[in-house]
């Protein structure tokens, strides 16, 4: 297809410093659901994804795990639930992938350093002030907030060292002009932000290399120097579809980006930054840049230093994709912040996918099939008239008037309603609003399934001589109701809605932006199958403790497997070690002490032939009857101590660790031929 319209859309590039989380999820998920609306309405849509990989953030945490720093994000990147494993897991539809540690674009961006050094917007310094490292962002002092980073509230550090500077305060006015007289960056409320807090205060020039670690894309007419990473990050959009480079050939296509969707934090590098960065090099600026909101829990934003994120994971294996893809759009309005919760979550798989959809499609398709078999009869489908007050409908805005009560008006109104749908839909989407195109869709799907109880098929089929053709039109009515929806939902949730087709038997023609918006699309004869229950309701009890239960899981699974005590450093001489007097001792008798948890009660042979009582707190590991006859370990020259009242006389030993954050304990257990008495030394 030669003469669609190129539509490229971008997610930012994720940093693999640690797992993704579902905040991630929610930006990639929307640009995911935008990408497969442009593509369902024709276009021929670029979506990029990828990761951002270099800084001193990354080169740190590598350190402490002790590897590479590309080993590190490697495994990230590419390993077992990884970045690319969620993206799949979640049904995203990216054409590309780009890492900044792949060679095409560390040599694009040294080319794109050098192009902006040569024209004179680079220049070398002193760099003075403030760094925050988890951000890897410069601050100047009268940015900070309360003497801390004002995107993530952490301690700054001072930094000083000779860099190299962009001269970002060249292009201040052409910035502020593109953000308050262009429709650039949206929504329109991150201007005001955006001029108010950056730009007015006065631009300063960016520094945009760093020499106090090497984890990074050097500099290559000076060694020594690493480019800062932003300049790095920003420069994917461009050189993934091969701004200087040969590894792409579609930068005269597809650039300028229709829209880089990207988080509010990191609006400030995408709207200024980025389009001073352009116009240095003497390229187009994207269209847009679309500034979302954050998912936050409990009010606080996620992040793995709160150790409050939630795992994707865990909700997409226990609930389904679509299910959770559906919930992220529908739920939140994408320019704002909104609230994550498991209980949201639930209910809003029961309320519109179990009850509102789920319903239409099961009801719909069960009693076609009881009613009438695989197909419904011949002279069912849409009249001419019913066609006519379709096309009028379908402006967004008009509704039709239609006559008044009776099944003319219920079925008038269903179809005014639904034709009218793919117009309010588009609107919606154009805007970013998915969440307001998923409100049309829902109000169609609520009004179908009215539209059943209006015309209560079951009484219908009572006298299906007079009334079968009735009940077979109410029917067609329905299941083409619910096609336009399936259509419509598509990009939101793919896999459910080619299910739904299949069950509709609907045929490629009828599933496509067009067909949306025309009434009487599904074939009369279409073969309506009624297939699995797409969307079980949940017990909101049972499914809450599941999930708990799976994240406490993975919390623990996320331990490391085995920790022990780190080995003191203090010596002890070898005259107060002899002082301790260890012995093996023989477990004559054993018992639980009353009314106490932890507690067993020893009676040991020591060889001295009286017996000894030792009392150790190893309940929670042993039974005490599998202890009798053991030959143990005891430090006998302990002073006598007290507990429940109960007198011990020296202390059994134990090796102990933990394990998966729980702390497991062993007693030293000696082979049986040692002699009680036995000295340990
Ligand atoms: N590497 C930079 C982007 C460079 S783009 C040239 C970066 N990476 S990030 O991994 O930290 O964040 C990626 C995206 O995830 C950002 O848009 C960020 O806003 C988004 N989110 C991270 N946590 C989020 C929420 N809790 N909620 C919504 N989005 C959030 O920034």
Not at 647 to 654: P, T, V, W, Y
Request: negative net charge; charged residues 25%; contains cysteine.
């Amino acid at each position: 297809m030669e003469n669609r319209k190129p539509f490229y859309i971008t997610t930012p590039i994720y940093y693999p410093s640690d797992k993704l989380h579902i905040g991630h999820t929610y930006c990639t998920v929307a640009t995911d659901t935008l990408a497969r609306y442009h593509r369902l309405k024709g276009e021929d849509v670029m979506f990029l994804t990828g990761t951002d990989e270099h800084g001193q953030k990354i080169e740190d945490k590598a350190r402490e795990a002790g590897v590479t720093p590309k080993d590190f994000v490697d495994a990230i990147v590419e390993g077992p639930r990884g970045v690319k494993d969620l993206w799949k897991l979640m049904n995203i539809s990216n054409d590309r992938f780009i890492r900044t540690t792949d060679d095409y674009h560390v040599s694009a961006i040294q080319k794109i350093f050098k192009k902006m050094y040569d024209n004179g917007d680079i220049y070398k310094g002193t760099y003075k002030g403030k760094y925050c490292k988890p951000c890897e962002s410069f601050w100047t002092e009268s940015q900070l907030k309360d003497g801390c980073c004002p995107d993530c509230g952490r301690p700054v550090l001072d930094a000083e060292e000779e860099a190299y500077f962009f001269r970002l305060s060249k292009y201040a006015d052409r910035i502020q002009h593109l953000l308050e007289d262009t429709d650039f960056l949206q929504p329109r409320s991150r201007v005001n932000e955006m001029v108010n807090n950056f730009i007015k205060p006065g631009l300063e020039d960016l520094c945009v290399s760093r020499t106090s670690f090497s984890w990074g894309i050097p500099v290559d007419f000076d060694p020594g120097h690493v480019v800062y990473v932003w300049v790095d990050a920003l420069s994917n959009y461009i050189t993934a579809l091969g701004y200087c480079n040969d590894r792409y050939h579609d930068y005269e296509k597809y650039w300028p980006a229709d829209v880089h969707i990207v988080g509010k934090e990191i609006v400030r590098f995408h709207s200024i930054i980025w389009p001073a960065m352009l116009m240095s090099l003497g390229e187009p600026l994207p269209k847009r840049v679309f500034g979302h909101g954050w998912l936050l829990l409990d009010g606080g934003k996620m992040s793995k230093s709160k150790g409050n994120v939630v795992d994707p994971y865990i909700l997409a294996e226990k609930f389904g994709v679509d299910a959770l893809r559906f919930f992220l759009m529908r739920t939140f309005p994408f320019g704002s912040d909104g609230n994550f919760s498991n209980e949201l979550l639930i209910q809003t798989i029961n309320t519109d996918l179990a009850n509102d959809l789920g319903n239409l499609v099961s009801r719909t398709t069960a009693m076609a099939q009881k009613y009438f078999g695989e197909r419904l009869p011949a002279g069912c489908g849409a009249t001419e008239g019913e066609k006519k007050l379709a096309q009028d409908s379908a402006a967004p805005g008009t509704f039709a008037i239609v006559a008044s009560g009776g099944p003319k008006q219920f079925d008038a109104e269903l179809i005014a309603l639904t034709a009218g749908l793919r117009g309010r839909y588009e609107e919606a989407m154009e805007q970013y609003a998915p969440h307001r195109a998923l409100e049309e869709v829902f109000k169609v799907i609520q009004r179908a399934n009215k539209y059943i109880d209006e015309n209560a098929p079951w009484a219908l089929a009572k006298d299906m001589v007079a009334n079968g053709p009735r009940l077979a039109h109410v029917l067609y009515n329905l299941l083409e109701a619910t096609r336009i929806c399936a259509t419509l939902l598509t990009p939101f949730i793919p896999d459910s809605c080619d299910k739904i087709f299949a069950q509709l038997g609907a045929p490629e023609g009828a599933r496509t932006w067009e067909s949306a918006a025309v009434w009487g699309s599904l074939p009369e004869n279409a073969a309506v199958a009624k297939g699995e229950n797409l969307f079980p309701r949940l017990d909101m009890d049972k499914a809450l403790s599941e999930l708990e239960a799976a994240e406490a899981e993975a919390r623990k699974a996320a331990l490391p497997a085995v920790e022990t005590e780190p080995q003191l450093e203090e010596k002890v001489d070898f005259d107060t070690f002899c002082k301790s007097d260890f012995r093996a001792v023989k477990v004559k008798a054993c018992e639980n002490v009353k009314k106490s948890e932890k507690l067993l009660r020893f009676t040991l042979d020591d060889g001295t032939g009286t017996d000894r009582q030792i009392l150790s707190g190893i309940a929670k590991w042993y039974k005490p009857e599998a202890l009798v006859g053991k030959t143990l370990m005891a430090i006998v020259n302990l002073p006598p101590r007290k507990m429940m009242g109960l007198e011990s006389n020296g202390m059994l030993i134990s090796a102990v660790h933990t394990e998966h954050g729980e702390e497991q304990l062993n007693l030293l257990i000696l082979d049986d031929k040692i002699p009680a008495g036995a000295k340990m030394c």
